[in-house]
C-alpha cells in the first residue's frame, strides 16, 4: 500500500515537452496494465487524461500519451500550453478491488 | 450525463462519527464498482476504499481499517462511507469515484470533513 513514487515537479516553456515517471512495484504498475493519470487543478476534482497505461478518454488532447515499462510508468505532454499547468497523478490497480496513487507532480509552464 | 455528488461534510470532534453519501446518476448503478478517495489540505490523492459492482467485496486502506465501512444501495444508486473514530489526520476533501477500465473515469465534487476539537 506505499504510494507510487513521482517526481514533486516538473517544468517547460510553452510548446516544450515534459515526461513524468511513476514508479511502483511488481505488485502495482508492473503486475497490471491498468495505469491510469489523473490532472487536477487547484480546488477541482481529478480528471482522468491516460487510462489503460496509453488510452485516452475522449476529449483529451493527443498532446497527451502514456507508456510502461516494467514497474515504471510514464506520462508525456508535448506542445505544452498554459492549461496544461496542474498537478499530474499516476495510479494503478493494484488488485483485490483496490488502487494506489502516486505522490503527485506539478507541472509548471 | 453522469454524475456523482457528495454530501456529509461536515466538522467532527475527534473520536466522532460521520457518515458520507455520495449520490449517483446517469449510468447503470449496479455494473460499476465504487470507490472514495481523500485529500488532505495541500497534499496528494490518497485511495483509501472500493466497493464491488455488487457490493459483495470491500476493500480498505490500512490506516482506516476497522473504523471506516464502506457500503451501497442500489434502490437509492448511492455510495456510503461510514466513518469512527476519527483522527485529526482524516481531515480531507472525499471524493467518490466511478471504476470502469481500471481507472477512475468519473469523480464527484468533493466534501470536506474537518476534524478539530
Known amino acids: 500500500q506505499s504510494a507510487l513514487t513521482q517526481p514533486p515537479s516538473a517544468s517547460g516553456s510553452p510548446g516544450q515537452s515534459v515526461t513524468i515517471s511513476c514508479t511502483g512495484t511488481s505488485s502495482d504498475v508492473g503486475g497490471y496494465n491498468y495505469v491510469a493519470w489523473y490532472q487536477q487543478h487547484p480546488g477541482k476534482a481529478p480528471k482522468v487524461m491516460i487510462y489503460e497505461v496509453s488510452k485516452r478518454p475522449s476529449g483529451v488532447p493527443d498532446r497527451f500519451s502514456g507508456s510502461k515499462s516494467g514497474n515504471t510508468a510514464s506520462l508525456t505532454v508535448s506542445g505544452l500550453q498554459a492549461e496544461d499547468e496542474a498537478d499530474y497523478y499516476c495510479s494503478s490497480y493494484a488488485g483485490s478491488n483496490n488502487f494506489v496513487f502516486g505522490t503527485g507532480t506539478k507541472v509548471t509552464v | 450525463e453522469v454524475q456523482l455528488v457528495e454530501s456529509g461534510g461536515v466538522l467532527v470532534q475527534p473520536g466522532g462519527s460521520l457518515r458520507l453519501s455520495c449520490a449517483t446518476t446517469?449510468?447503470?448503478?449496479?455494473?460499476?464498482?465504487l470507490h472514495w478517495v481523500r485529500q488532505a489540505p495541500g497534499k496528494g490523492l490518497e485511495y483509501i476504499s472500493g466497493i464491488s459492482y455488487d457490493g459483495q467485496d470491500t476493500y480498505y486502506v490500512n490506516s482506516v481499517k476497522g473504523r471506516f465501512i464502506i457500503s451501497r444501495d442500489k434502490s437509492k444508486n448511492t455510495l456510503y462511507l461510514q466513518m469512527g473514530s476519527l483522527r485529526l489526520e482524516d481531515m480531507a476533501v472525499y471524493y467518490c469515484a466511478r471504476d470502469s477500465s481500471g481507472c477512475l473515469d468519473y469523480w464527484g465534487q468533493g466534501t470536506l470533513v474537518t476534524v478539530s476539537s
Open positions: 446517469g449510468f447503470t448503478f449496479n455494473n460499476h464498482a
